[in-house]
């Protein structure tokens, strides 16, 4: 099981620190603490953080009550940074204190990278990325950002619905969240020979083609525009 540290916000506590109440051995799960004053979870600890021989970099992702603060899995102790990848143990009376960690700043860049380009060897380091799964589009419910020009380029969001409503020009609508083309939308006019016409291609697995008005005409057997149109 690897750790269960993410790309989230942990909650820290400037100037904490505690002593164990009693010992921890290599493998436990659960430390118990003098106090826990000011601690919620997640959080991340350090035990007896002043030996180069025996710190341990330990995230709690458990319950923290009065007397303990407990992390769901051994895989979250033994943190970078700590004296050895497995095997501390901790007399009761250890020094336990929260101390800015390597590992606070990589949760933050991780969420950052969620939206950023956080790599700086990256030629694209501070654009916009939105490296974020894929889903499908529920066009009733779903929102896309703007920005908003009317409001200093802030980012807004907006319903999916109520962009297509602002883009509708003339002969579109927007039925269900959906445009859709409304003739009644637009103005009368007289078809002419040179006119186009949008067509669906059966020959081409129904792809939207355009051709002539007279291109139909043609097609009647060469009769003229006029009496197609008369006859249609």
Do not use: C
């Not at 445009?179 to 939207?208: Q, R, Y």
């Amino acid at each position: 099981m690897a750790d269960t540290r993410k790309a989230a916000e942990v909650n820290l506590r400037n100037a904490f620190e505690t002593t164990l109440s009693g010992a921890l051995g290599a493998t436990d799960t659960t430390l118990n603490l003098t106090s826990t004053t000011g601690l919620t979870s997640p959080t991340y600890l350090v035990i007896d953080p002043d030996s180069s021989s025996s710190r341990e970099y330990v995230f709690i992702d458990g319950t923290i009550n009065s007397t303990s603060a407990a992390t769901s899995t051994v895989d979250n102790r033994y943190l970078t940074g700590s004296a050895a990848g497995s095997g501390l143990s901790h007399a009761s009376g250890t020094k336990v204190r929260v101390s800015p960690m390597a590992q606070m700043f990589e949760d933050i860049w991780d969420a950052v990278g969620k939206v950023v380009d956080s790599v700086y060897a990256n030629s694209t380091a501070g654009e916009v990325v939105f490296n974020v799964a894929a889903a499908a589009v529920d066009q009733t419910a779903d929102e896309i950002f703007i920005r908003d020009a009317n409001d200093s380029n802030k980012v807004k969001r907006e319903s999916i619905s109520d962009f297509l409503s602002a883009i509708d020009g003339a002969g579109l609508t927007v039925a269900s969240s959906q445009l859709k083309v409304d003739i009644n939308g637009t103005g009368s006019g007289t078809v002419a020979g040179g006119d186009e016409i949008l067509f669906g291609d059966i020959d081409d697995s129904n792809n939207l083609k355009k051709t002539t008005a007279q291109d139909i005409a043609n097609l009647a057997g060469g009769v003229s525009l006029g009496l197609v149109l008369a006859l249609s």
